[in-house]
């Protein structure tokens, strides 16, 4: 609210979103605990599709991860670098 960021989303999509227990777009599993001082790379926050629209329909529950990865950029972009390590990963 102190941004002037768009906030729609009701506490109850978001928690049913959680209690789902898994990412919505990756399908992985939240983990939700983690040694005191580390974040969980597992654990469940909020990713804006279109970030200048603010928290509002378009956003998803993701894993932290993801949400990092993805960053400022899309899911093709992340698509392109998982790919990449992969491919990397198998050489």
Not at 9 to 33: H, N, W, Y
Not at 78 to 87: C, G, N, Q, R
Request: glycine share 8%.
């Amino acid at each position: 609210k102190k941004a002037g960021v768009p906030f729609s989303l009701s506490l109850d999509k978001i928690t049913a979103s959680i209690q789902a227990g898994v990412c919505e777009v990756t399908g992985i599993p939240f983990v939700m605990s983690a040694p005191r001082g580390v974040h969980s790379p597992w654990a469940p926050t909020l990713d804006r599709r279109f970030p200048a629209l603010g928290y509002t329909e378009h956003t998803k529950v993701v894993c932290w991860i993801y949400n990092c990865s993805k960053g400022n950029w899309t899911t093709e972009d992340v698509l392109v670098l998982a790919k990449a390590v992969m491919a990397g990963e198998s050489s």
